[in-house]
């Protein structure tokens, strides 16, 4: 059985950083293209960082320069650094993922919650 899991959500204040990890199990993570999406209330839930399975990686225009998508293959985990956080970041993250070369993604986490406030 496939199992994404998202950790390393929390509060922090304005201009904190968080790293989110998203590790699996039944799935290796190294053969997959990840994403990071993330949904705030009211609102839709928009990609925030891709990356392929040849480590390209793609920013949505709010993050960039502020979040980091990276892989440990050693632990078949995905991190996602969130640098200069602001309340606009605040959503719940979920991270996902799919086969080289297909578009839609196979598996998705549960999420976890990102509060930014002071």
């Known amino acids: 059985q496939v199992q994404l899991v998202e950790s390393g959500g929390g509060l922090v204040q304005p201009g904190g950083s968080l790293r989110l990890s998203c590790t699996a199990s039944?799935?290796?993570?190294?053969?997959?293209?990840i994403g990071w999406f993330r949904q705030a209330p009211g609102k839709e839930r928009e990609v925030v960082s891709r990356i392929n399975s040849l480590d390209n990686t793609f920013y949505g225009d709010s993050v960039k320069g502020r979040f980091t998508i990276s892989r440990d293959k050693s632990k078949n985990t995905v991190f996602l650094q969130m640098n200069s956080l602001t309340p606009e970041d605040t959503a719940i993250y979920y991270c996902?993922?799919?086969?080289?070369?297909?578009?839609?993604?196979?598996?998705w986490g549960q999420g976890t919650q990102v509060t930014v406030s002071s």
């Open positions: 996902a993922a799919r086969r080289p070369f297909y578009s839609a993604y196979d598996y």
């Open positions: 039944g799935l290796t993570l190294n053969n997959y293209g």
